[in-house]
């Protein structure tokens, strides 16, 4: 009962704010009552009550039960009105098959379970724990031989099939499993009987009126010294395993890949649904391909696990759009909608405010109702949090090509307390701010946008692209050229997302094993990784705030997640604390700096000789520019 109930959660949600107003409002207001038992639409006592045609006309929607609208029974019953109980029932009748005398105790459950909101999100973890989350799987095809074939393409483009070669008697006509080398996992009988035809059998080629194998796609099985080409069968049945069956069984299928590919995914029946989830334990930087394993890419990825909001910054034509854009893509994710998990949003000049990131409300839309117009981060925001265990990407490109603080404001706000909804005239539901979203903003640096204010800059981390000499004419040549990246479907979304939330909520474990991961020039320092951490951040702030450019809790906190990140993201080998450091001092606490020669010019100096203590090269470099700007113009900042 608990799982009906939370599936019907959003639709809850949305009847309950009419319930409401028809109880407090309405029930007890006889003239009112009157008018609607008479349908006299016109009453003035009932336009008074609700003044916005529009609104009138979902309320009588509501009482009459319209069933493009809502389904079930009507609230007036002659000149009574039934209970929002009652209706909630009805309602849930018609949206979930459930037999009679358990919807109406299925609608009481709901019913006030809607009333206590706070309740209803308790259990609706509590089961989401229990069942998982089917918002980040794959849906699989009720279709019994489509079904098949999906888990079949999931565990080919793991391994060839290598985790089950054992089971497999391949002859000269087809391939099937041998259900005895299962060491008892499933009764005995012949339950997999041919999985592939090859190319001797005449089901290979699919003459026939039904083919007996999909014919698009062919599968090769390297086994002993030949590679093996076949195709896959189309005769499934979705039968119960009964000692001694005979044929292809999907439930047979289903145990096998549960069983041999258990640390690569899962395969749960909710509800009557099968789903398939990707399972991987750990997302790390020695995974990704070649194109993301770089200096800047390694940067870029530790600081949205650090915080979900970066800017990448620098010259046109560097690669900023191109680095997000890849890494999204190779992280993408498609409902079952096919409604990908990422946008990229071009930011133009006549953005003056936040509609065109939050939309507004259309009052002449469709023939005058009015309608909300969502924007596709509004809409992105709404998959976001149908799908909380997948992250989202926002990448806004050319962000400074408008004032930020003009379109980004409420946004940004609502980015630092995502417990508060959005409040958005005329947009009728619950917009929540989702924890798995991640922005991106690009930057670049010429004479038409503008520049960020310290407030924005303060809540991102701010990496700057500089491609290297090396890489720039590779660009002359094909390995220069990078198409779109083919999504990962391992897990790796849900891995990175999950890591994401450990490091916000205080995961360190950089002194966990004890090991110094710090290069101390004096070689007298002998304290804990953090300790090292904490006192090269208390130099910087005793240079810093002199100057009145102290930082304060969040950075501190966001330098600490970066160390975390960045720990949990490289081989304990490639881990080096002073490197590290040196990115946020780069990323967190330079951008902030700017302003003339007598402002900032001695605070250089003494920040370029507290980078030859520890080693910090690329803050030192960016330091060694700023300084060069100064002397030229008389003024420097970050970007």
């Not at 670049?444 to 701010?462: G, Q």
């Amino acid at each position: 009962m608990a799982i009906f109930g939370c599936l019907c959660k959003k639709y809850a949600e949305s009847l309950k704010p009419y319930g409401d107003f028809f109880d407090k409002k309405i029930r007890g207001n006889q003239h009112v009552m009157s008018a609607l038992v008479k349908k006299d639409f016109a009453d003035a006592d009932w336009i008074e009550l609700i003044p916005e045609q529009v609104d009138r006309e979902r309320m009588i929607k509501f009482i009459e039960a319209d069933s493009t609208y809502r389904p079930g029974k009507a609230l007036l019953n002659g000149d009574k009105a039934r209970s929002i109980k009652d209706i909630f029932g009805s309602c849930i009748l018609k949206k979930i098959a459930v037999p009679d005398a358990s919807s109406a105790y299925l609608g009481n459950l709901i019913y006030y379970l809607a009333k206590r909101p706070d309740l209803y999100d308790r259990l609706e973890k509590e089961v989401t724990f229990q069942i998982g989350n089917a918002g980040n799987a794959k849906k699989l095809s009720r279709i019994t031989k489509d079904c098949a074939r999906q888990i079949i393409d999931v565990i080919y483009n793991i391994d060839k099939f290598e985790k089950i070669k054992s089971l497999l008697d391949i002859n000269e006509k087809n391939v099937k499993v041998n259900i005895s080398r299962t060491g008892g996992l499933l009764p005995a009988g012949n339950f997999l009987r041919y999985l592939f035809a090859r190319p001797n059998s005449d089901l290979y080629a699919g003459d026939s009126d039904k083919a007996r194998v999909f014919v698009d796609k062919e599968y090769t099985i390297s086994f002993e010294t030949e590679n093996v080409e076949c195709r896959l069968t189309t005769e499934w049945v979705d039968s119960e395993l009964v000692e001694g069956g005979n044929g292809n069984y999907l439930k047979a299928l289903i145990a096998i890949v549960n069983e041999y590919y258990k640390e690569n995914i899962e395969i749960k029946t909710i509800l009557g649904e099968r789903y398939l989830y990707m399972i991987k334990e750990k997302f790390e930087f020695k995974d990704l391909p070649e194109v993301l394993k770089t200096d800047f890419a390694r940067r870029y990825i530790t600081s949205l696990l650090a915080k979900p909001f970066v800017i990448l910054t620098g010259n046109s034509g560097t690669g900023k759009t191109r680095i997000s854009k890849q890494f999204a893509e190779y992280l993408e994710w498609e409902s079952d909608e096919g409604k990908k998990n990422w946008v990229i949003i071009p930011v133009g000049a006549d953005w003056t405010d936040n509609t065109k990131i939050l939309g507004y409300y259309n009052p002449l839309a469709e023939d005058g109702n009015g309608k909300y117009e969502k924007t596709k981060i509004v809409e992105l925001i709404e998959e976001a949090n149908r799908h909380k265990e997948i992250p989202y990407f926002v990448i806004l490109d050319e962000m400074n090509l408008s004032h930020v603080e003009r379109y980004f404001s409420d946004f940004l706000s609502h980015m630092e307390t995502p417990d508060t909804p959005f409040e958005l005239e005329g947009y009728t539901r619950r917009l929540d701010y989702p924890e798995n979203m991640f922005v991106v903003g690009t930057v670049n640096i010429d004479e038409t946008t503008y520049m960020f204010s310290p407030k924005v800059l303060d809540r991102a981390n701010v990496i700057e692209f500089k491609p290297q000499k090396e890489d720039v004419f590779k660009v002359f040549s094909a390995a220069g050229t990078v198409g779109k990246m083919v999504p990962v479907n391992d897990g790796s979304a849900q891995a990175f997302l999950k890591l994401a939330k450990e490091i916000r909520t205080g995961k360190f474990a950089v002194d966990e094993d004890l090991t110094h991961y710090y290069t101390d020039v004096d070689g007298d320092f002998t304290g804990s990784n953090l300790d090292y951490v904490e006192g090269v951040f208390s130099d910087i702030y005793e240079i810093v705030q002199k100057y009145d450019f102290e930082f304060a809790f969040r950075t501190v906190k966001e330098i600490r997640n970066y160390i975390a990140a960045a720990y949990e993201l490289l081989e304990k080998t490639e881990f080096n604390l002073n490197q590290i450091i040196d990115e946020q001092l780069l990323q967190k606490i330079l951008p902030k700096i700017h302003g003339n020669k007598k402002e900032i010019g001695q605070m250089l100096e003494e920040l370029t000789g507290l980078c030859d203590k520890y080693s910090l090269v690329l803050s030192k470099k960016k330091i060694e520019q700023m300084k060069g700007k100064l002397a030229k113009v008389q003024y420097a900042s970050f970007i």
